[in-house]
DNA sequence: CAGTATCCGACAGGATACTG
DNA sequence: CAGTATCCTGTCGGATACTG
C-alpha cells in the first residue's frame, strides 16, 4: 500500500518531490476548504463565498484558479444576465477529494486527543523555563 | 465513511471546525515532511536535519515542537556527552500518518496529470489576455 | 454576479551567531 | 550535538475600490 511512498523516503526523501509540491499547492489557508466543499457538488461563485466562511473574495478568486489550474477544479462559464460561473471538481479532484476528507475525519475524531496533548504540553513547558515573569 | 465530514459540511461547513486547526497546524512548510520521515523510525535532531532537506535548524526546532505540543512526536532525550535527542511518531501520530501517506501516494500517482493540466492552463490563459510583454 | 487591481500589514521562515 | 536568540525579508492574504 505504502510502497510508493515508502521506497522514496528510503532513499533520499527529500530535494524534488511530488509531496512538497502538493503540499505547496493544497497547503494554502483556504484550498482544503474549497475542495471540501466542492465535494457536496456543484457550487457558483457567491454562494462559495458564503459558505466558506472567512474566505475573501480576492482569496477565493485566486484559490480557484490555483486548483483550476492544477486541474482539481471545473470552470464553467454561463453567457447569462447576470453572469454566472459554476465551479466543480474534476475526476482529479474527486480522486484527491477522498484522501482530503480522511483527513478531515481524522481531524474531528482525534480533536479531543490533541487538545489533550496540548494541555499536558503547556503544563509540562510552563515549570521547564526559569519564570520569567513580565 | 464520510458521515462525519459530509454532515459536517452539510450544516455549517465552517466557521470553527477542526479542519482549520488542522491545516492551521500541519498545513505548514515542513510538519508533513517531518511526520512522513519519522514514519520511517526514530530519528536525532541532526539526522533530521540532514534527511529533511532544506529544512532550516530553525525551523525543524520550531516544527518538532508543534509536533509534540499537538502530541503526535514524542521526543526522549538521553543525557550522554555530546547530548542526544531522539525523535518518534506517538500512536496518535501513526495513526495521522497513515493518511499523509495516503496523500503522497496521491501525489505521486497524479504528478503527471497535474503538469499536464497545468500545461493546458497555462495554454489557455496564454492567449485570452491582450498580451501585456514586458 | 463575478471578477480584477492596489495597497498594505502580519507573520512564516531563512541566515547567522551564540550556549550548555 | 541540540538547541536558543536575533534579525530581516518575502509573500500570504485581508480590506477596499473599481469593471463588464
Chains 1, 2 share one sequence.
Not at 509540491?21 to 497547503?27: A, F, H, S, V
Not at 475573501?56 to 453567457?79: I, K, W
Not at 460561473?85 to 484522501?99: D, E, I, K, M, R
Request: glycine share 6%; hydrophobic share 45%; aromatic share 6%.
Amino acid at each position: 500500500m505504502n510502497d510508493g511512498v515508502d521506497s522514496w523516503i528510503a532513499n533520499e526523501f527529500s530535494g524534488v518531490c511530488p509531496v512538497r509540491d502538493l503540499l505547496d499547492r493544497i497547503g494554502d489557508k483556504w484550498s482544503v476548504m474549497v475542495v471540501l466543499r466542492l465535494g457536496r457538488g456543484t457550487e457558483r461563485f457567491r454562494a462559495l463565498l458564503r459558505a466558506v466562511d472567512g474566505i475573501s473574495q480576492r482569496m477565493l478568486t485566486v484559490t480557484l484558479r490555483a486548483l483550476e489550474s492544477d486541474g482539481l477544479v471545473h470552470r464553467e462559464v454561463f453567457d447569462t444576465r447576470p453572469p454566472s460561473v459554476a465551479y466543480s471538481l474534476t475526476p482529479l479532484g474527486v480522486s484527491l477529494l477522498v484522501h482530503i476528507s480522511a483527513l478531515a475525519n481524522w481531524a474531528m475524531e482525534h480533536e479531543a486527543e490533541v487538545k489533550e496533548a496540548q494541555a499536558a504540553f503547556s503544563a509540562k513547558t510552563a515549570k521547564a523555563p526559569s519564570e520569567h515573569r513580565n
